[in-house]
């Protein structure tokens, strides 16, 4: 089945540690999004890659970075995490703007 | 600027009760609409969406929604409900300017959903 797969779904890491979160996809979609999920509260869109055409939103931290290096895949690095990061961090595609598939998220704790 | 409202933070229902969500939204031109259920630690899944065209649509699982642009709204309804319908539900709007720029959804915060047996 064509799907949106993120890894891992439960990420450790310390305080100020560099850390990665992966994403792929086997839909083909031309358009890639990372959201930061807060406890009980509503995905936040953090930026995406229209294409290879990257999106920041204007209140995203420079904290958070994002490459990707072909179609199917698209990550989240985020330089000196923060106590504050401690999230869900979910990935979604589309293809043009049409809707939006989520995949099963990473959550992160900090230390 | 753009927002969806949910106000609803908390609903509880009984198994085989009938179940309607309510979602206001601001937007001045037509917007896209999406519900999305998530689960406990899981990711979204949609639902239903209205892009344009009949203003009842069916989704997954038994829901429908109606989209009533008088009243900037689009609940989520569901005639009979199941226990394994508890979870978050998520009203979001993909403003069309805005949309056809990139994409953004905006969220309201979600209603969770109680089913007692």
């Known amino acids: 089945d064509a799907m949106v797969i993120q890894n891992p779904r439960y990420q450790v890491t310390q305080f100020g540690k560099p850390v990665t979160l992966s994403c792929s996809q086997t839909l083909n979609h031309n358009v890639m999004y990372w959201y930061q999920q807060k406890s009980s509260q509503a995905p936040k869109l953090l930026f995406h890659y229209y294409d290879k055409d990257f999106n920041n939103e204007a209140d995203t931290p420079d904290n958070f970075q994002s490459r990707r290096p072909n179609t199917s895949f698209c990550f989240l690095d985020i330089r000196s995490p923060g106590l504050g990061d401690a999230a869900m961090y979910l990935c979604?595609?589309?293809?043009?703007?049409?809707?939006?598939?989520f995949g099963p998220g990473t959550r992160l704790l900090v230390l | 600027a753009q927002s969806v409202t949910q106000p609803d933070i908390h609903i509880t229902v009984s198994e085989g009760a009938s179940l309607e969500l309510r979602c206001n939204y601001s937007?001045?031109?037509?917007?896209?609409l999406f519900w999305y259920v998530q689960s406990p630690g899981q990711g979204l899944q949609l639902l239903l969406k209205?892009?344009?065209?009949?203003?009842l649509v069916q989704g997954i699982k038994g829901f429908e929604a109606e989209f009533k642009r008088s009243q900037s709204s689009f609940n989520l309804r569901k005639p009979s409900v199941h226990w394994s319908d508890a979870a978050e539900y998520f009203c979001a709007v993909g403003a069309s300017v805005i949309y056809n720029q990139g994409g953004k959804l905006i969220f309201g915060q979600g209603t969770e959903l109680s089913v007692k047996p």
């Open positions: 209205y892009f344009s065209g009949d203003t």
């Open positions: 937007y001045g031109a037509t917007p896209y």
């Open positions: 979604a595609t589309s293809r043009d703007k049409e809707t939006q598939y």
